[in-house]
């Protein structure tokens, strides 16, 4: 038996009292987030310091919202829901700081990208039922989805967030699991990429979803409701007629969650393909898997090439393979980008230094012709040199 965190998300139907609730938290939760990332911003150029995040907090609480009675609405929701907003602040702060990731943008409504933590106060919170949860401070809550939260689950923390029109909730839970004692197969390398999403050296391939006709309807009526969208606000600009305004903005309002449907639909799609191909590989129970250290952040700076270089999200692919892989006690080896997997030769290891992104087919001196892909997939499966993940 071993003991493993797991996330589980799930669809919820909260009432209204329930939905003004996790509305108000959310929208304090994204105000704090981008008063201290803009606080901070302030202060570094005066100051040349920055701000941590306890710091901020104790000022928060302690002089601008006593000194600011008009904010005291911020003191309306959990306290631990605000602290773990600017927690994430400082979080966003740090990875900048090392280089990880870009400046720290601020937080969006129509996005929805900010999520109400709500941290377990007393014993009954977060208790799990088959049909329903009992969230902090919205007490239960009905499940749209039955039995799929095991009962007997040590809830640790969890987090209400809103797409569209819909509402989910995110636990993450503790877990006793056997492991699979079941004899191991020959390792696979899993080489990814925007023809194919993924192929593997045992010859499993698995195509790219974006090309397919379901996520090109739904690509198609995206692009439609967005130009509807950008006319709606032009009109809206226009527009200086009072008695007509307040129309205009309740049709954006509409239009915007008309938009908002059609991203989830294709994260839905995208995710659910990423799902698929991950139990796919875990199920071969494989002695390891190799996968490449890929560079997304440069590639995405191919203009011809980033819109098709995200809809594939690699990251989650990755991220979802490692957690799954941990549970199956699978060995996951990250091979480092600059290894030539694609130009170096698989049955006679010569290294092909003119091939182009147009060759799809590795041609070698010693007589091998075979798909690039496949090739490249072969040679990291035969990798001698990688880190485990």
Not at 104 to 118: E, H, I, S, T
Not at 328 to 357: H, Q, T, W
Request: aromatic share 10%.
């Amino acid at each position: 038996m071993k003991k493993l965190k797991k996330a589980y998300k799930i669809e919820i139907k909260p009432i209204e009292e329930q939905i003004t609730k996790i509305h108000k938290t959310i929208g304090v939760s994204r105000f704090i987030y981008n008063f201290y990332i803009a606080y901070n911003k302030e202060v570094y150029e005066k100051e040349k310091k920055f701000i941590s995040g306890m710091d901020f907090s104790k000022w928060l609480n302690n002089k601008y919202i006593p000194n600011n009675p008009d904010k005291a609405w911020i003191k309306e929701v959990s306290s631990k829901a605000t602290k773990q907003a600017i927690m994430n602040g400082e979080k966003a702060f740090k990875k900048f700081f090392k280089g990880e990731s870009g400046f720290p943008k601020f937080k969006k409504k129509k996005n929805q990208d900010v999520k109400a933590y709500l941290p377990k106060n007393n014993k009954t919170d977060w208790t799990i039922e088959r049909h329903r949860v009992k969230v902090p401070t919205l007490g239960w809550v009905r499940l749209k989805e039955f039995g799929y939260i095991p009962v007997n689950s040590i809830v640790k923390s969890g987090t209400v967030s809103q797409k569209a029109d819909r509402y989910f909730v995110s636990i993450l839970v503790e877990e006793a699991i056997n492991l699979d004692n079941k004899p191991y197969s020959e390792g696979i390398g899993v080489d990814l990429g925007l023809k194919d999403f993924a192929i593997c050296n045992n010859g499993l391939t698995k195509k790219n979803i974006n090309k397919t006709e379901t996520v090109k309807k739904a690509d198609k009526k995206l692009k439609r409701e967005q130009r509807k969208l950008s006319r709606k606000y032009e009109s809206l600009k226009l527009r200086n007629k009072k008695e007509k305004g307040e129309a205009t903005r309740q049709n954006i309002q509409k239009q915007i969650v008309k938009v908002q449907k059609l991203h989830q639909r294709l994260t839905n799609i995208r995710t659910d393909y990423i799902n698929k191909t991950v139990n796919e590989l875990i199920k071969q129970k494989p002695s390891f898997i190799t996968i490449e250290d890929l560079n997304v952040s440069g590639m995405m700076k191919n203009r011809h090439l980033a819109k098709a270089i995200a809809g594939q999200k690699f990251y989650e692919f990755r991220s979802k393979l490692i957690s799954k892989a941990k549970q199956n006690n699978i060995e996951i080896r990250i091979v480092d980008r600059f290894y030539p997997s694609s130009k170096m030769c698989s049955c006679c290891g010569a290294y092909k230094k003119d091939l182009k992104l147009s060759d799809r087919v590795y041609k070698c001196s010693c007589g091998l012709s075979i798909d690039r892909d496949l090739n490249a997939s072969i040679n990291l499966a035969n990798a001698k040199e990688y880190k485990i993940a």
